[in-house]
């Protein structure tokens, strides 16, 4: 067991989510008035590590932020070891142990996702000890349950849903929501089912304009001469898919630094050719179906605003059980969501996975059930 931890360091890293600064207040509130430890906050993430920004949070700090959106602390997107520095980028992992080594900081806690588990990984071979909590409004971080910021993007989205059926029907339109996610399909999933979205498609399952199509068709054939079609951003039809996997192929199967180099320019060049997939999709499905067709992007209002009752409650409880694992000495974790509970994984087995919706999951198959058109 490592010594006791007296002072704690804690930061919000990669894209904001409904819920972090609950988790600063229900760890902040456990360490200092449970544990009688110091707390102190680093701005901007990584950012802030690498050039020892930081902030004393006590009592007073912590109050009133429990319903706050977004992050009191800041965020950014960096990686510690391939930090912007001069035009160049840098390994920092050296810079940030030796500022927190100076702070006298014990443990680092960091709320993040995927890049922010890379992070973790990183700092924690470089001996710091490190505890990772899952914030995401994707759902994609692998071995936990879910995370914070989830159910409130969730419920955004399936508002969304709710109330473009009203201009659909109205107009007998398609209308085609664009709904964050990444790589995964969680949110287009979770929201379509939830608003009723008369097709769903996600980066799991390939979707074919034909099969699009015979829904739309069969719908109307039926007198329901509109519809609404949850598209998850990372959502692509067959062809697409395949071009991108192929692209990722050469990349991860590159054998010599400029083979890589190049495997990734081909990558960003087929991802960049589709950009803007869900316009092309409405061109696409408006002279297949001849109804007018119409898209939505939610974009960054799912992230934003106030975190739902469901998300406070489960940032609060992750929050106070790393505090607890703190106080114990066990590091090197990811503080998952299980169940009612919350479970530590080892960072090694969290660090550059991803979690996506199984093809046989329940949702899908709820999807089906009801008669939703998945695309495939
Ligand atoms: O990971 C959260 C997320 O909102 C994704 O759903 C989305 O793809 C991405 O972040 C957008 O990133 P950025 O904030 O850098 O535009």
């Known amino acids: 067991m490592s010594k006791k931890a007296r002072k704690v360091g804690i930061l919000t890293a990669g894209g904001d989510a409904p819920g972090l600064n609950a988790v600063i207040r229900g760890l902040g509130k456990t360490i200092i008035t449970h544990y009688g430890m110091e707390l102190i906050g680093f701005r901007d993430g990584i950012t802030g590590l690498v050039e020892n920004r930081y902030v004393n949070l006590d009592g007073s700090t912590l109050s009133g932020i429990l319903t706050l959106g977004g992050t009191i602390l800041g965020t950014s997107r960096d990686k510690v070891n391939k930090f912007p520095l001069h035009g160049e980028q840098v390994n920092m992992v050296p810079t940030v142990k030796e500022n927190l080594d100076k702070l006298g900081i014990d443990a680092l806690v960091m709320l993040g996702g995927g890049g922010t588990a890379k992070n ?123 071009s991108t996997q192929a692209a990722l192929e050469l990349v991860s199967t590159a054998s010599t630094p400029e083979n890589k180099k190049a495997a990734k320019i081909h990558l960003a060049t087929v991802q960049d050719a589709q950009r803007e997939h869900t316009f092309k999709l409405a061109r696409e499905l408006e002279s297949t179906t001849g109804l007018e067709t119409r898209v939505s992007i939610l974009g960054y209002i799912q992230r934003g605003g106030t975190p739902s009752a469901e998300d406070r409650l489960l940032a609060t409880r992750l929050g106070s059980a790393t505090a607890d694992h703190i106080y114990r000495g066990e590091y090197g974790i990811l503080v998952a969501a299980r169940g009612q509970g919350t479970e530590p994984v080892a960072l090694e087995d969290v660090a550059g996975k991803l979690k996506s919706v199984p093809t046989d999951h329940h949702w899908i198959q709820t999807a089906r059930w009801i008669g939703t058109g998945l695309g495939d």
């Open 120 to 242: 973790a990984k990183l700092l924690m071979d470089a001996g710091v000890n490190v505890i990772l909590l899952p914030k995401t409004i994707d759902n994609d971080i692998w071995g936990t349950d879910t995370s914070f910021g989830f159910a409130t993007a969730m419920e955004v989205a399936t508002q969304a849903v709710d109330r473009l059926h009203s201009t659909a029907h109205s107009h007998h339109r398609i209308i085609l929501a664009e709904i964050m996610g990444h790589r995964a399909g969680w949110l287009a999933l979770g929201a379509g089912i939830a608003g009723g979205a008369d097709i769903i498609l996600i980066p799991e399952i390939p979707y074919t304009i034909d099969s699009v199509t015979e829904t739309i068709r069969a719908r109307i054939s039926r007198g329901s001469t509109f519809s609404v079609v949850a598209v998850a951003e990372g959502a692509r039809d067959a062809t697409d898919t395949a």
